[in-house]
T-cell receptor, first 117, second 109 residues
Framework: DTAVSQTPKYLVTQMGNDKSIKCEQNLGHDTMYWYKQDSKKFLKIMFS???????INETVPNRFSPKSPDKAHLNLHINSLELGDSAVYFC????????????????FGEGSRLTVL | KQEVTQIPAALSVPEGENLVLNCSFT??????LQWFRQDPGKGLTSLLLIQSSQREQTSGRLNASLDKSSGRSTLYIAASQPGDSATYLCAVNDYKLSFGAGTTVTVRA
């Protein structure tokens, strides 16, 4: 039974298109994240939501918009895709966050590989 | 801004040898530190989580130490096996997780 699941796993699209990646966790966690892993395999946080409230918003183009309909879901919508958006996007979850009682252990999804042509 | 460095970037050892992977971070005001494993084309699997008050954590053949004052953590893998071949990532939690670039390990049979 998958703890953190992302869809789709692979996404190939043209520049200028809009796409979404969905994430769901069944761990009962209250905090979810989006990370981007670039071609050099470096992982950088993009967003974090705690109980549907945005708590971390890194310097990310505003073409990227996260949406959390409930604490078990965190979706990522990307407008006007650019070549540089090609990467693997990982969703993760944890119980608590930062100074809000974070137990710390993060659980990751399998990743969504986005290729922009 | 927290910076996390992992050395070496790559490591190749014969089966049975012990592995030592290093992680250093610049800001010692952390909540905890987590070691992950990533297989090619896969997500991250949590290996060990060390809280800031702890000095080490052990799980099977894995042992991770934390010296917060010097900004260092070391992951030891005893008696390496070919199945240990993967990229190992260290992540430091100081409100948000900051990752190192990883150490890619190859264990030769």
């Amino acid at each position: 039974d998958t703890a953190v699941s992302q869809t789709p796993k692979y996404l190939v699209t043209q520049m200028g298109n809009d796409k979404s990646i969905k994430c769901e966790q069944n761990l009962g966690h209250d905090t979810m994240y989006w990370y981007k892993q670039d071609s050099k395999k470096f992982l950088k946080i993009m967003f974090s939501y705690n109980n549907k409230e945005l708590i971390i918003n890194e310097t990310v183009p505003n073409r990227f918009s996260p949406k959390s309909p409930d604490k078990a879901h965190l979706n990522l919508h990307i407008n006007s895709l650019e070549l540089g958006d090609s990467a693997v996007y990982f969703c993760a979850s944890s119980q608590g966050s930062g100074d809000r009682g974070w137990t710390g252990e993060l659980f990751f999804g399998e990743g969504s590989r986005l290729t922009v042509l | 801004k927290q910076e996390v460095t992992q050395i070496p970037a790559a490591l190749s050892v014969p089966e049975g040898e012990n592995l030592v992977l290093n992680c250093s971070f610049t800001d010692s005001a952390i909540y905890n530190l987590q070691w992950f494993r990533q297989d090619p084309g896969k997500g991250l699997t949590s290996l060990l989580l060390i809280q800031s008050s702890q000095r080490e954590q052990t799980s099977g053949r894995l042992n991770a130490s934390l010296d917060k004052s010097s900004g260092r953590s070391t992951l030891y893998i005893a008696a390496s096996q070919p199945g240990d071949s993967a990229t190992y990532l260290c992540a430091v939690n100081d409100y948000k997780l900051s990752f190192g670039a990883g150490t890619t390990v190859t264990v030769r049979a």
